[in-house]
């Protein structure tokens, strides 16, 4: 049975900052990958909701995923609710992924990021539950881990446990990707940047180029040959 990966970000060009070579990588393994806005970045300075949609409409075409627009509270206004988490947990029981990933939780980036984050996190535990009466009509999905991506590279939660992606080969790509989203970069160096981050990360860990994903708990490995070896952890 295929995998799939369900991403989600409070924005337009969030996942593709925050792991775009992830999932580029993903795609290239034969995953399916879902991706969900919350909102069409209607506070930002730069863009109006409209050219925000068709940026991320032609993201989600380089990338080869389906561009979901599940839209709630409003950009700036995100909120983890009852109402949102529902919405959401609804999402997951109908696509059934393996992964949902979602931005990081630390407090020092925009609030909407850190909503986000909580929100997917409650969801996949509310997508479990099968006695929940608002989702009865749909068969509970207990086959699903949350991971959160980091777009600002400020996370050293010590409750996180950290992986590190090899995404040497996935530089071009990925920098198209992000330039999708010009009313966002036209003025501002973001590629360079997360470009920067992701090639440090990548000389620290012996590769060209590589994202950090944060687990809420240790990756467990099947096979003690898989350590001594130095194997890495796949999708």
């Known amino acids: 049975m295929s995998k799939s990966i369900l991403v989600v970000g409070a924005h337009p060009d969030d996942y593709e900052f925050g792991c775009g070579a992830v999932l580029l990588k993903a795609v290239s393994e034969g995953i399916k990958v879902h991706s969900v806005i ?4 209607e506070s930002g300075t730069a863009g109006t909701p409209e050219i925000r949609r068709e940026e991320a409409q032609h993201a989600a075409e380089i990338l080869g995923s389906e561009l979901i627009e599940l839209l709630l509270d409003g950009d700036a206004k995100l909120e983890e609710s009852v109402e949102n988490r529902i ?13 949902v990933l979602a931005p990081s939780h630390h407090l ?6 850190v909503a986000a984050s909580n929100l997917a996190r409650n969801a996949v535990r509310l997508a479990r539950y099968g006695g929940f009466k608002e989702l009865k009509d749909l068969e509970p999905h207990r086959q699903c881990k949350v991971a959160f991506y980091d777009i600002s590279n400020r996370s050293n939660l010590t409750e996180d446990h950290p992986i590190v992606v090899d995404v040497s080969g996935f530089k071009d790509a990925w920098v198209d990707l992000m330039n999708c989203h010009a009313s966002q970069t036209s003025n501002q160096r973001y590629v360079e940047l997360q470009v920067a981050r992701a090639t440090a990360l990548g000389i620290e860990n012996d590769c060209d180029l590589a994202q950090k994903l944060l687990l809420e708990s240790a990756p467990v490995f099947g096979a003690v040959e898989q350590i001594i070896e130095g194997k890495k952890l796949s999708f």
Do not use: M, T, V
């Open 38 to 41: 919350f909102s069409l970045g």
């Open 87 to 99: 919405k959401l947990a609804r999402l997951i029981r109908e696509l059934k992924p393996d992964w």
């Open 108 to 113: 020092r980036q925009h609030p909407d990021h």
